[in-house]
């Protein structure tokens, strides 16, 4: 069965700490797609990133980076230097089979 | 280039009455999806259209919603007639190629049904 665990139902810090949001799936398939996506207080879901199975390099894009391990079915998140801007529920999600399989969010609370 | 466009924004209603949700995916989008966010649930998805035909409509979750696609750059989502526990927010979402490809959505419709 396919399925996406975001362990971390809530988290909080200090502004300028680094984050790192967990994501860990679940799936026999060899051929799939993992995403994350934020979603501010303000409401609209925003794509951030997409990563196929067959590429397991990280990725970094300014604050943000990525780190995908196939060998514990993990497509981690972290804000490095994070902002009061970063807060937001931040979603992972699992492309399979004409399905998207969506795990439950962590809310990422940045305190000034 | 326009993201997903859905209208209205916000819809309050009464229970009984017939609520019409619109959205405009992003041109050449091929695929297209209605979702439904509460904070109870969580986001579910409603249905799921490829080259304007349903393809999982699983997810509707009873007659009183239907959906329709009569073009590539159009789709509409009712219920009649709607139920407080219809009140969510409500977000379309269009994708280039599904799966492989992100899903890019609307701003949302949040609906209140009194």
């Known amino acids: 069965a396919q399925k996406v665990t975001q362990a971390q139902t809530e988290i909080s810090v200090v502004e300028k700490e680094d984050v790192t949001l967990d994501c860990v799936y679940e799936t026999r398939d060899t051929t799939y797609y993992l995403f994350w996506y934020k979603q501010p207080p303000s409401g609209e879901l925003v794509f951030l990133i997409r990563?196929?199975?067959?590429d397991e390099q990280n990725e970094i894009s300014g604050r943000y980076s990525w780190n995908f391990q196939k060998s514990t079915s993990s497509f981690n998140f972290t804000i490095t230097a994070s902002q009061v801007v970063d807060s937001a529920v931040y979603f992972c999600?699992?492309?399979?089979?004409?399905?998207?399989?969506w795990g439950a969010g962590t809310k990422l609370i940045i305190k000034p | 280039d326009a993201g997903v466009i859905q209208s209205p924004r916000h819809e309050v209603t009464e229970m009984g009455q017939e609520v019409t949700l619109r959205c405009k995916p992003i041109s050449g989008h091929n695929s297209l999806f209605w979702y439904r966010q509460t904070m109870m649930r969580g986001l579910e998805l409603l249905i799921y259209f490829n080259n304007n035909v349903p393809i999982d409509d699983s997810g509707m979750p009873e007659d009183r919603f239907s959906a329709k696609m009569p073009n590539a750059s159009f789709s509409t989502l009712k219920i009649q007639p709607s139920e407080p526990r219809d009140s969510a927010v409500y977000f379309c979402a269009s994708s280039l190629i599904f799966p492989q490809g992100a899903l890019h959505f609307g701003n949302g419709t949040r609906l209140t049904v009194t």
């Open positions: 999600a699992l492309s399979i089979n004409y399905q998207l399989i």
């Open positions: 990563r196929n199975s067959f």
